[in-house]
């Protein structure tokens, strides 16, 4: 059972590890594509929370547009291509105006199809114009923050078949937008610092760290106290791993661009679970032990009922 629960905790916390690395890229990238290769490509180095939001924008749709003139997929068939022509130049309008909209919802980068002031994606644009404004609506009403590889709408199918674009090509044209705080120059973001999810991991994960002075107090108790409260001992120290290993495989999801932070934790997990764990099994056999080597009890000698006289049972007391 212990082996069980070890190699459970175990797998969590690697698959937590795994996750991190990415989605930490996902949320500070400004394309879920390509992240922020054109920025590099431009600037020869990534951006810094210092970089300007609208120029992340622009630098990457200006990267994109230049990709999709200079390669046309096979796949497109040759009567799209006069669409696919004219929806690049209505991405060129778009991106030279430099009109974009904004998030406030999601830390770190999320997709905004449509925002509150009336602002389309770039890809909501391209719709919008190709297609009407009405379908840019519908698709926002059920899909404002997402990312096209998860909006399932028949009208947005059939309008990427005839676009002259494929799917992957309009996924590589969907911006990100910073989210949460908003800096004092115009269209310039802020990531967050540690936020309250990056903190609950925080939590679980010290309480992890501390469940060995817990245990160490466990052991100076009597053996026969200890066998009353193990259950409650082992319930208590599965509970606080387990919420610590949930929260670290979730944080990579629900927080904001804390990917050395939450990366640390991780790698505490990693010691403190399998120690606490060996730990809780030791101190279990250590009492069991304890009871098993105590000495046995005499009650002495007394008289029987026939008046004759015996020496009393001998007993061993385990609890």
């Given at each position: 059972m212990l082996r069980m629960v070890l190699i459970g905790f175990l797998s969590l916390t690697l698959m937590g590890l795994s996750l991190q690395p990415a989605a930490a890229a996902l949320q500070r990238s400004v394309n879920a594509v390509l992240g922020d290769r054109s920025y590099s490509h431009r600037f020869?180095?990534?951006?810094?929370p210092e970089a300007n939001e609208t120029?992340?924008?622009?630098?990457?749709?200006a990267y994109v547009e230049g990709q999709l003139r200079r390669h046309t997929p096979q796949a497109i068939p040759a009567q799209f291509h006069a669409q696919r022509r004219q929806l690049l130049d209505f991405l060129h309008q778009y991106w030279t105006t430099g009109v974009f909209p904004s998030q406030n919802a999601y830390p770190g980068r999320r997709p905004h199809f449509i925002d509150e002031q009336g602002r389309l994606c770039a890809v909501g644009h391209l719709i919008a114009q190709s297609a009407g404004r009405g379908l840019a609506e519908r698709i926002n009403a059920r899909y404002r923050y997402a990312y096209l590889p998860e909006m399932q709408m028949p009208e947005l199918d059939s309008w990427v078949a005839s676009s002259g674009l494929t799917a992957r090509e309009l996924a590589m044209i969907q911006p990100t937008y910073g989210g949460y705080r908003i800096g004092p120059s115009i269209g310039r973001s802020y990531e967050p610092g540690i936020d309250g999810y990056a903190w609950l991991c925080a939590g679980s994960i010290f309480l992890a760290m501390g469940l060995p002075l817990f245990h160490l107090y466990t052991l100076s108790l009597p053996s026969e106290q200890y066998l009353e409260i193990q259950s409650s001992v082992q319930g208590m120290t599965y509970a606080v791993l387990g919420t610590a290993a949930v929260f670290n495989l979730l944080s990579p999801i629900l927080s904001a661009n804390n990917g050395a932070f939450i990366l640390i934790g991780g790698l505490a997990l990693l010691v403190f679970v399998p120690f606490n764990l060996v730990l809780l099994q030791t101190l279990d056999q250590h009492h069991r032990a304890n009871l098993q080597a105590k000495p046995p009890?005499?009650?002495?000698?007394?008289?029987?009922?026939?008046?004759?006289?015996?020496?009393?049972?001998?007993?061993?007391?385990?609890?």
């Open positions: 020869g180095h990534l951006p810094g120029l992340r924008i622009q630098t990457h749709l009890i005499s009650l002495g000698h007394f008289p029987l009922a026939d008046g004759s006289s015996a020496w009393g049972l001998q007993a061993s007391l385990l609890f």
